[in-house]
């Protein structure tokens, strides 16, 4: 069983960044996919990035593409997820997930087996 823990979230002004931090213990990520998703209230979790195994294939929502850049440590059994030029509507409730089969399927939830609680992203404007 993987446990993740998310850090790095807060309040920011539009235009700022923060940098999100997932962090698993009880068992290593390295052979695992890595996907971070976000729920703002009254909307469904929607996949925002997501990084291979390797950390040799990525993927970005089209809204935050340019802004965003995720990577992982394996080392350090951990994944990050840099946000930059924030803007209100990234706004969520960021989760990190991980998905044992190590390549990024698709962007459903269901995807993915392990999550982590969450870190909350208020971006004021």
């Known amino acids: 069983q993987v446990q993740l823990v998310e850090s790095g979230g807060g309040l920011v002004q539009a235009g700022g960044s923060l940098r999100l931090s997932c962090t698993a213990s009880?068992?290593?990520?390295?052979?695992?996919?890595m996907g971070w998703f976000r729920q703002a209230p009254g909307k469904e979790r929607e996949l925002v990035a997501a990084?291979?195994?390797?950390?040799?294939?990525?993927y970005y929502l089209i809204s935050v593409k340019g802004r965003f850049t995720i990577s992982r440590d394996n080392a350090l059994n951990t994944v990050y997820l840099q946000m930059n030029s924030l803007k209100p509507e990234d706004t969520a409730v960021y989760y990190c997930?991980?998905?044992?089969?190590?390549?990024?399927?698709?962007?459903?939830?269901?995807?993915?087996?392990?999550w982590g609680q969450g870190t909350q992203v208020t971006v004021s404007s």
């Open positions: 997930a991980a998905d044992p089969l190590g390549l990024i399927r698709d962007s459903s939830p269901r995807s993915y087996a392990y």
């Open positions: 009880r068992r290593t990520i390295g052979s695992y996919a």
């Open positions: 990084i291979s195994w390797s950390g040799g294939s990525t």
